[in-house]
């Protein structure tokens, strides 16, 4: 168990819709990282934050948009979802967001839009 | 631009075994290296990660890995391979940039 949490752990939706991931971080992690997991691109960067601020954004899409809220929980937001939105998403916290820092996995939420 | 090369997709070797998982990494200056092995249905678990200083990197579940910088790669081997060790390994490499690039993945499968 790496202490990271994420809600849900599943997800079955229709296309066009949104939906919203939960990720908690370890305690005394300030930094939140999220992640796609398809098969097709792999395990794909998508966004960081650090203590409530944007740090670094990869591959995102413009339909997609995260939060980290004060007491350090992230929320990332998919709109208007397609069928190639189906993957594994995955949160991750550090210590302190540096490119050095041992990254924590969560379980991953599995995302499937039909 | 920055990038990480896992050459093989799936390996398959002998309980018992030596394992080694390459990995070649495309970046200008030297990187943060790490190596992360998933589970199925699992989430993601670092098993090592390199700096700088001895270029002999000892992780978790006796893995170990070797960073050559004249060949930009950071295989990861373990000398005796066991049936729990099947599982997806990743090779990942972060720079200043914040950014972490995650290699496809090698798949290994542990045949008895």
Same mark, same amino acid.
Do not use: M
């Given at each position: 168990?790496? @202490?990271?949490?994420?809600?849900?752990?599943?997800?079955?939706?229709?296309?066009?819709?949104?939906v919203?991931?939960?990720?908690?971080?370890?305690? @005394?992690?300030?930094?939140?990282?999220?992640?796609?997991?398809? #098969?097709?691109?792999?395990?794909?960067?998508?966004?960081?934050?650090? !203590?409530?601020? %944007?740090?670094?954004?990869? !591959?995102? #899409? %413009? *339909?997609f948009?995260?939060?980290?809220?004060?007491?350090?929980?992230? %929320? #990332?937001n998919l709109?208007?979802l397609?069928?190639?939105?189906?993957? #594994?998403?995955?949160?991750?916290?550090?210590? *302190?967001?540096?490119?050095?820092?041992?990254?924590?996995?969560?379980? @991953?939420? *599995?995302?499937?839009?039909? | 631009?920055? /990038?990480?090369?896992?050459?093989? +997709?799936? +390996?398959?070797?002998?309980? &018992?075994?030596? $394992?080694?998982?390459?990995?070649?990494?495309?970046?200008?200056?030297?990187?943060?290296?790490?190596?992360?092995?998933?589970?199925?249905?699992?989430?993601?678990? $670092? $098993?090592?990660?390199?700096? /700088? &200083?001895?270029?002999?990197?000892? &992780? +978790?579940?006796? =893995?170990?890995?070797? =960073?050559?910088?004249?060949?930009?790669?950071?295989?990861?081997?373990?000398? /005796?391979?066991?049936? /729990?060790?099947?599982?997806?390994? =990743?090779?990942?490499?972060?720079?200043? &940039?914040?950014?972490? +690039?995650?290699?496809?993945?090698?798949? $290994? =499968?542990?045949?008895?």
């Amino acid at each position: 168990d790496s @202490g990271v949490t994420q809600t849900p752990k599943h997800l079955i939706t229709a296309t066009g819709q949104r939906v919203t991931l939960r990720c908690s971080p370890r305690s @005394g992690d300030l930094s939140v990282y999220w992640y796609q997991q398809s #098969l097709d691109q792999g395990l794909q960067f998508l966004i960081q934050y650090y !203590n409530g601020e %944007e740090r670094a954004k990869g !591959n995102i #899409l %413009e *339909r997609f948009s995260a939060q980290q809220f004060p007491d350090l929980h992230s %929320e #990332l937001n998919l709109s208007s979802l397609e069928l190639g939105d189906s993957a #594994l998403y995955f949160c991750a916290s550090s210590v *302190r967001g540096l490119a050095k820092d041992t990254q924590y996995f969560g379980p @991953g939420t *599995r995302l499937t839009v039909l | 631009a920055q /990038s990480v090369t896992q050459p093989d +997709i799936h +390996i398959t070797v002998s309980e &018992g075994a030596s $394992l080694e998982l390459r990995c070649n990494y495309s970046y200008g200056a030297t990187p943060y290296l790490f190596w992360y092995v998933q589970s199925p249905g699992q989430g993601l678990q $670092l $098993l090592l990660k390199y700096f /700088s &200083g001895d270029t002999l990197v000892q &992780g +978790i579940k006796g =893995f170990e890995a070797e =960073f050559k910088r004249s060949q930009s790669s950071f295989n990861l081997r373990k000398p /005796s391979v066991h049936w /729990s060790d099947a599982a997806e390994y =990743f090779c990942a490499c972060s720079t200043g &940039g914040f950014k972490t +690039i995650f290699g496809a993945g090698t798949r $290994l =499968f542990v045949k008895a």
